[in-house]
């Protein structure tokens, strides 16, 4: 039996398998393989951790930058590296003409390199969708899970990092834990010609997503943002992203995915002004569900019933993520361990109400 198994295999559970590992444990991931469900394979990766606010949160994600070069020397490459972006929008500096520092995952070489990297350090990689887990009814603690393919796995410790799929899985998760669509364009390269006017990459100075995901408990009905961006993408580009909320009660959980053909219209329309080439260049619309917490800070900690973890809700995943799991692994492989006092003063706890913004 596996001392932890880690449910969701995207940047949370991936990152956080490395550091359970790193803590000796026996670790098992078990992931249901969807590239339609996993967040983390159509991100762009950015983070930017000197704008983060002077809080606690803030502080510690500073450290983020460092704690990829840390991850790299010890794993190899995993897509991250130091770049400039160019502001778009509302509040851009010198009206956009002025490049800014940051870093950047590329997420399709992190998903292509995660399964040898997590397996080179021992994690135990299991590809399947959990479909119930319950307490294990032998009465000796630890969980039972039921697996897709007719298997079930007794396990003592269990993470639930399986990003908006989590509540289907533990429906009594804290409300502030909801779910966004998002939708971004894979563009077509065209030959002889570098990219979209203006190319590199090309990011908000602003989110407004981060506005719209603050309100989200209050909404009455769907609602949607574009924040335009633009960046390379393997030989491509990806230009995105139009988050879609749903009313607040149905944005606990996924639900069907926005029609797709408005969506895409609506992206094009919104990215047209950023760069007018973009409404009708050629590429494949996709678009992923995404957990978050208004607020943007995730839940990171115990849930009531022993034995069971939550690894969740990110907003700037890419900077959080790796700042985070070492703490929870800490806290899993060592019930006293500092780490628990840390989540609770950053207020990430599973039972912590949400700090007044
Ligand atoms: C277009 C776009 C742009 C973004 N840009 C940025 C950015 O620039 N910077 C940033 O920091 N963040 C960004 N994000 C957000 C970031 O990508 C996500 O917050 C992060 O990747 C979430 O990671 P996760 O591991 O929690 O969830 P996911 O990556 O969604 O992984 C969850 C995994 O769990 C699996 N799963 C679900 N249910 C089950 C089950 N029952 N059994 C087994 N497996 C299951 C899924 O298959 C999936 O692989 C962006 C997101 C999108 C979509």
Redesign the pocket.
């Known amino acids: 039996m596996s001392a932890v198994a880690v449910?969701?295999?995207?940047?949370?559970?991936g990152l956080l398998a490395l550091e359970l590992r790193a803590r000796g444990l026996a670790t098992e991931l078990?992931?249901?393989?969807?590239a339609d469900?996993?967040?983390?394979?159509?991100?762009?990766?950015?983070?930017a951790p000197w704008a983060a606010p002077f809080t606690s949160m803030g502080w510690l994600i500073r450290g983020a930058p460092s704690r990829w070069q840390r991850l790299q020397r010890r794993h190899g490459s995993l897509g991250w590296q130091r770049g400039w972006f160019r502001p778009v929008g509302e509040g851009a500096p010198l009206g956009g003409l002025l490049p800014l520092p940051c870093s950047r995952v590329q997420a399709q070489q992190l998903v292509a390199r995660w399964p040898a990297v997590l397996r080179a350090a021992g994690v135990r990689l299991r590809s399947?969708?959990?479909m119930a887990l319950e307490p294990d009814p032998g009465g000796q603690g630890g969980w039972q899970l039921r697996l897709q393919q007719g298997a079930s796995r007794r396990v003592p410790q269990l993470v639930l990092?399986?990003?908006?799929?989590c509540r289907?899985?533990w429906p009594a998760l804290p409300e502030r834990l909801r779910v966004s669509w998002?939708g971004?364009l894979e563009l077509e390269p065209r030959p002889g010609r570098p990219g979209p006017a203006g190319g590199g990459l090309r990011l908000p100075a602003r989110f407004s997503r981060l506005a719209l995901e603050a309100r989200a408990a209050e909404l009455e009905q769907e609602a949607w943002t574009v924040d335009p961006g633009l960046l390379s993408w393997g030989e491509g580009w990806l230009a995105?992203?139009i988050s879609l909320l749903r009313a607040a009660q149905e944005g606990l959980q996924p639900g069907d995915p926005p029609d797709a053909a408005v969506q895409e219209r609506r992206l094009r329309q919104a990215l047209s002004a950023m760069d007018g080439e973009l409404a009708g260049w050629p590429g494949r619309f996709r678009q992923?569900p995404?957990?978050f917490c208004p607020g943007g800070l995730p839940l990171v900690g115990p849930l009531p019933p022993p034995g069971l973890w939550l690894f969740?809700g990110?907003s700037?995943?890419?900077?959080q993520v790796p700042v985070l799991a070492p703490l929870l692994a800490d806290w899993i492989a060592d019930p006293g361990a500092a780490a628990s006092h840390r989540l609770r003063d950053l207020g990430l706890l599973p039972d912590q109400p949400l700090p007044d913004q």
């Open positions: 449910i969701g295999g995207g940047l949370a559970g078990i992931d249901a393989g969807s469900a996993c967040a983390t394979a159509l991100s762009y990766g950015a983070m399947d969708r959990v990092a399986a990003g908006a799929g289907a899985l998002a971004v995105g992203q992923v995404v957990s969740s990110f700037g995943a890419f900077a």
